[in-house]
C-alpha cells in the first residue's frame, strides 16, 4: 500500500488481516509473535482497505467513556474478606485502548452515569438495569 502512496502503518492493518500464523517466539520469553497475511488486492480494494483504516483513526482520535462493574472489599467478620460490586465509570483519551470489560458509552449515557460513579450495585447487575434503577 505505500508503493500505492497511501500512508498506513502495519499496526492499522493487523485489524483488517484475513489471517494469521504464528511467527516463533517472541525474545525475553514474551509469547508468540504473529505473522499477519492480507490476499493480494487491486488498487480499489487498496483503497477500500485505506478508507476503513482512516475511519479507525478517526474514532480512535475521538474521546471514547466506558463502565463496567468494579469491586470494593472490605473485612468482615473474622477477617473474611466481602466483595461489594460498584459501578466505574471513565473517560478515555484519545489513542487509548479500551479492554473487553468495559462497555462503550454515549456522550449522554457518560454524563448521566458520572454523578453515580463509585456507586453500589446490586449482584450481577447489568448496564441497563442500573440505569433504570438510577
Known amino acids: 500500500m505505500r508503493n500505492a502512496g497511501l500512508d498506513v502503518t502495519a499496526e492499522e492493518l493487523k485489524p483488517h488481516a484475513t489471517e494469521w500464523h504464528h511467527a516463533g517466539f517472541l525474545p525475553n520469553g514474551r509469547g508468540m509473535g504473529k505473522c499477519y497475511w492480507f490476499k493480494e488486492q487491486t488498487y480499489k480494494e487498496q483503497w477500500v482497505l485505506y478508507t476503513k483504516v482512516l475511519e479507525a483513526r478517526e474514532a480512535a482520535s475521538a474521546p471514547r467513556y466506558g463502565w463496567k462493574v468494579d469491586f470494593t472489599t472490605s473485612r468482615g467478620t473474622y477477617g473474611k474478606k466481602k466483595y461489594q ?11 487509548e485502548t479500551m479492554t473487553e470489560k468495559w462497555e462503550q458509552l454515549t456522550i449522554e449515557d457518560y454524563q448521566k452515569l458520572l454523578p453515580h460513579n463509585g456507586a453500589k450495585l446490586l449482584p450481577y447487575e447489568s448496564l441497563e438495569s442500573f440505569k433504570k434503577r438510577i
Request: proline letters at 18%.
Open 85 to 95: 460490586p460498584i459501578s466505574c465509570v471513565q473517560e478515555f483519551a484519545p489513542g
